[in-house]
């Protein structure tokens, strides 16, 4: 599940509404709203983020949230570590192949290492 799917599901969950009624009001499939959500759809338009937050009444804050959580849910990236060291791509393959078997604290501590260099 990408990051914005898993925001979305939360927002349903919070909301008490179910796949097929929010789809319904957002003139979507269910199945479309459902491979969204689990990551197999790709990166959602601006136009259906929009329609999100309006469908949730989202306030700013929120808004600009659940874009930024669109923008990084791409679940298949491309990481181009041309010119860098070789264990910067060292690191890339190795995340690649193995990212699925890492467990919730391991990713977690793998973010804030990524995240405290960008702060």
Known sequence: MTP???RIRELRARNNVTLTDMATALQLS???LSALEHG?????SP????QICGY???VWDEVDDIKRLA???HPKI?????GLEPEATELANLLSERI???SDDQLSRMLEIIRERHA
């Open 4 to 6: 914005f799917g898993n």
């Open 30 to 32: 269910p199945a479309y």
């Open 40 to 44: 197999h759809r790709g990166r959602p």
């Open 47 to 50: 136009g259906l983020v929009q």
């Open 56 to 58: 949730f009444n989202l």
């Open 71 to 73: 923008q990084l849910s």
């Open 78 to 82: 491309t990481v181009d570590t041309a």
């Open 100 to 102: 699925a078997g890492l």
